[in-house]
């Protein structure tokens, strides 16, 4: 009995090593572990338990026998110690793998999730599922930023595949390169050949919203261009809504006559002239339609003289917006120009700043208030102020001497803060079937059958020239985000990493070696000549 006993225990030991072993390595990639596998490894870890204890129970005369002596006390006491301890350290280290704390000072926080991907996780209500390519060795580098999507929601996952070991899948995924990251959701696949959160996340809004919305640039006023890449153009805004899974163009409605069915946002981008008379019905018929429209009417060039824009006031004027013909002034100190306002946090309360905690610049920026009538039900609420210390000039000729700027009460001038973004949206119903029946032409898409438009006093906050500045970028896609009814993407978005690097001059190269090379060994040299001289003599 003895003997079979024994033969059982070695068994059930050789089992649970076995069973450790798979788990070890298949956690290790040195081996492809497949379901079956695990599940075999499992059956026979527990097998293998169960064998052992049954050789305990069986020794059970012998173990209480051994457990009567004095030696065998004084060792259970101290096994019982050091599993007590052990225990602790268990505890521990599980509550630490579910309650993660890190902390991250690089200057960028590059080793934190935005706040756009933290927003997109945490909305999840269906698995995700990431799954790298590349070789074994290689996977560190993705781990280090995957962690950090998994930590943020429970419905994401991720696996690494090496395709060398697992061709059939790489196959399966359509690999091309190492270096892959397949993001994987209903059945959607987008993929990313780098390890940048700017780009994951890029494709997981992908995967998550298929469907782009398209934004139209209204051309033909000396509106910004978004194929310009100088200081003065909107390139940068393209790659933003790129990176935003928005599709873009532009349209001159002098020559299509019409508004597309597929148009989700108009962007009326710091107008030089007044719309003309033939426009005007078509963007009236598209916003009465749900339609969706940003405004940013700038200063003139000229500030002596706002050259009438009565077809774009009277537009404004109809959802209660109206640019006023000032200029803000900021001599709050943020900004070494009086005239190039900041707006800071906390912003005014709306769905376009919600969280928002990022300064942002405009330079030369008109006041935006509502009509002193608004249309009834089409109230609009501010979502950008400048400081306290800040009012809207009306008196141009004081905009000449920027070191004599002070806070006039001439008629027409408004203390600060002063409001310089305001937006308005309204429900609207649905049309009559018969009338939708009757209509012949394609109608543009009425998506939560409602109106948004919004008007900020400055266009060129988001031109190339300035949107390096912190919150200039999140702000106007932000704006667009809330005009499309994507209120999943506003946020704000990740950051790219600082250029570090040191750039001297040659002087500066010559003096460096000299005080390297030169100065500072001949130094220390010399106090150690010096010393030893003195203990000598």
């Not at 898409?445 to 949107?467: H, K, Q």
Request: avoid cysteine; charged fraction near 20%.
């Amino acid at each position: 009995m003895n003997r079979a006993l024994n033969v059982l225990a070695w068994v059930g030991t050789g089992l649970v090593f076995v069973a450790a072993a798979v788990r070890i390595l298949g956690w290790a990639d040195a081996i492809s572990v497949s379901p079956d596998m695990d599940r075999y490894a499992m059956f026979a870890s527990w097998t293998g338990l169960a064998l052992v204890l049954l050789y305990t129970l069986g020794q059970w005369r012998q173990i209480a026998a051994w457990f009567g002596q004095r030696n065998a006390r004084y060792g259970t006491l101290a096994s019982v110690s050091v599993l007590v301890g052990l225990g602790i350290l268990v505890a521990a280290n599980y509550l630490a793998n579910r309650e993660n704390k890190r902390w991250d000072l690089t200057e960028n926080r590059q080793f934190t999730l935005s706040d756009q991907t933290v927003k997109l996780l945490q909305g999840l209500t269906t698995p995700v599922k990431f799954v790298v390519f590349d070789r074994n060795t290689n996977f560190d580098r993705f781990r280090t930023r995957l962690t950090n999507y998994e930590y943020s929601s429970r419905q994401v996952s991720t696996e690494y595949i090496d395709p060398d070991q697992r061709p059939v899948q790489a196959k399966e995924y359509e690999i091309q390169q190492y270096g892959t990251v397949v993001v994987e959701y209903m059945g959607r696949r987008e993929r990313v050949t780098t390890d940048a959160e700017q780009d994951i996340t890029n494709a997981l809004i992908k995967v998550l919203n298929p469907s782009k919305k398209k934004v139209y640039f209204l051309g033909g006023h000396g509106e910004k261009d978004t194929t310009v890449s100088e200081r003065t153009g909107y390139s940068g805004i393209a790659d933003a809504l790129k990176r935003d899974n928005y599709e873009f163009d532009k349209l001159v409605l002098a020559q299509t006559n019409e508004i597309p069915a597929d148009a989700t946002v108009l962007v009326l981008a710091g107008p030089r002239t007044d719309l003309l008379e033939q426009e005007v019905p078509l963007l009236q018929d598209y916003l009465n339609k749900s339609g969706k429209l940003l405004v940013l009417v700038d200063p003139p060039e000229d500030l002596k003289q706002f050259p009438p824009m009565p077809r774009l006031e009277a537009l404004m004027a109809e959802w209660g917006l109206q640019a006023m013909k000032s200029v803000v002034v900021d001599v709050s100190g943020r900004t070494s120009v009086a005239t190039v306002p900041v707006a800071a946090p906390p912003y005014p309360a709306h769905p376009i700043t919600e969280r928002f905690d990022l300064i942002t610049m405009f330079p030369l920026v008109r006041t935006i208030a509502p009509t002193e009538v608004i249309p009834e039900g089409r109230t609009p609420q501010p979502f950008l102020q400048t400081a306290q210390r800040s009012w809207s000039e009306t008196t141009m000729a004081q905009l000449e001497n920027p070191d004599t700027l002070a806070p006039e009460t001439d008629k027409g001038d408004t203390t600060g803060p002063v409001t310089i973004g305001m937006a308005v949206a309204v429900q609207n119903k649905a049309p009559e079937p018969a009338k939708a029946a009757e209509a012949s032409a394609p109608e543009p898409p009425a998506a939560g059958m409602e109106t948004r438009v919004a008007a900020i006093g400055d266009s060129d906050f988001a031109s190339n020239a300035y949107l390096g500045v912190e919150g200039n970028r999140d702000l106007f896609m932000n704006t667009v985000s809330w005009l499309a009814q994507q209120e999943s993407l506003i946020s704000i978005r990740p950051r790219e990493a600082s250029d570090r690097r040191l750039t001297l001059t040659a002087f500066q190269i010559t003096l460096m070696f000299w005080l390297s090379i030169v100065v500072i060994p001949g130094a220390v040299l010399g106090t150690g000549v010096y010393t030893w001289w003195r203990r000598r003599g």
